[in-house]
């Protein structure tokens, strides 16, 4: 089992930044690729970027691309979405999620959750 706990979520205005941390337990979490996903009001969950195991494989959505970085630190067992140039669009609640093996982008595609946190832009 791996246990997800993401924080950083909160209020901000339009073209704003905010840092999402997500603090795993459990299981080696260097083995694992760690993705975030976020859902607004009355829409799916939808895939906002993904980090393989070692951090030098990084993927992002279109939407987010040179405005949203993922990194992670494996000795802190933590992965970060650092979100620039907030827009009213990105206020969703934001997932990290893990899984084992590859990188995906489907929510089907992983195993473990968080519980979100709130992120609010308000234009």
Do not use: H
């Amino acid at each position: 089992q791996v246990q997800l706990v993401e924080s950083g979520g909160g209020l901000v205005q339009a073209g704003g930044s905010l840092t999402l941390s997500c603090v795993a337990s459990g299981r080696t979490f260097s083995n694992y690729f760690m993705g975030w996903f976020r859902q607004a009001p009355g829409k799916e969950r939808e895939f906002v970027g993904v980090i393989s195991w070692s951090g030098r494989s990084i993927n992002y959505a279109d939407f987010v691309k040179g405005r949203f970085t993922i990194s992670r630190d494996n000795a802190k067992n933590t992965v970060y979405l650092q979100m620039n140039s907030l827009k009213p669009e990105d206020t969703a609640v934001y997932y990290c999620a893990a899984r084992y093996g590859t990188i995906g982008t489907l929510t089907d595609e992983y195993t473990y959750w968080g519980q979100g946190t709130q992120v609010t832009v308000s234009s």
